[in-house]
């Protein structure tokens, strides 16, 4: 789960992820994506992600729209 605040109104954000941080963005997977309320508060829960087999895991959010 990622929470945070003070985000852009009406903002489309999306979190993505990847074990390989050299990977250009684009190449990276799409795990959640949410529009952000009038306060700028957002919470996005991302299920299923976590790989034990994975040394490890990346996260990245940004700003579709």
């Given at each position: 789960?990622?929470?945070?605040?003070?985000?852009?109104?009406?903002?489309?954000?999306e979190?993505?992820?990847?074990?390989?941080?050299?990977?250009?963005?684009?190449?990276?997977?799409?795990?959640?994506?949410?529009?952000?309320?009038?306060?700028?508060?957002?919470s996005?829960?991302?299920?299923?992600?976590?790989?034990?087999?994975?040394?490890?895991?990346?996260?990245?959010?940004?700003?579709?729209?």
């Amino acid at each position: 789960m990622i929470n945070g605040g003070n985000g852009q109104f009406g903002g489309t954000y999306e979190t993505l992820t990847t074990t390989n941080l050299t990977l250009p963005i684009h190449q990276w997977q799409s795990v959640a994506t949410n529009v952000l309320s009038v306060s700028g508060i957002f919470s996005f829960t991302a299920t299923n992600v976590l790989n034990p087999a994975d040394p490890q895991r990346f996260f990245r959010l940004v700003q579709t729209q």
